[in-house]
Nanobody
Framework: QFHLVESGGGSVQAGGSLRLSCAIS????????MGWFRQAPGQAREGVAA???????YYVASVVGRFTISEDNAKNTVDLQMNSLKPEDTAMYYC?????????????????????RGQGTQVTVSS
């Protein structure tokens, strides 16, 4: 059983940076798949980044080179460093996790493939 709480959201100008953190209650290990997702108003939820121990790190094309997902085992968090933010990055950001390996056919970018999800933290980027 896991409980996830996101933090670090806020309002920044384009070009700025934010670091999101997902605090995880429960024991994670090398068999935990973790991801960050976002949903903008009127748009579908999309996968932003994920860490699957067997598969490595995944990023949606629009954030490659700007966002980095990382795990802090000492703090039991999964973080998302976001640099060079753009107005189109404005969204509610969610973290999610589940045990790995995921069932065959589960895609890293589908939040429905993760059993545990947080409530989200808002990121607003102004031009």
């Amino acid at each position: 059983q896991f409980h996830l709480v996101e933090s670090g959201g806020g309002s920044v100008q384009a070009g700025g940076s934010l670091r999101l953190s997902c605090a995880i209650s429960g024991v994670t290990n090398s068999s935990t798949c973790m991801g960050w997702f976002r949903q903008a108003p009127g748009q579908a939820r999309e996968g932003v980044a994920a860490f699957w121990p067997a598969g490595g790190r995944y990023y949606v094309a629009s954030v490659v080179g700007r966002f980095t997902i990382s795990e802090d085992n000492a703090k039991n968090t999964v973080d998302l460093q976001m640099n060079s933010l753009k107005p189109e990055d404005t969204a509610m950001y969610y973290c999610a996790l589940d045990s790995c390996p995921r069932p065959y056919g589960t895609m890293w970018y589908d939040i429905l493939g993760y059993k545990y999800r947080g409530q989200g933290t808002q990121v607003t980027v102004s031009s």
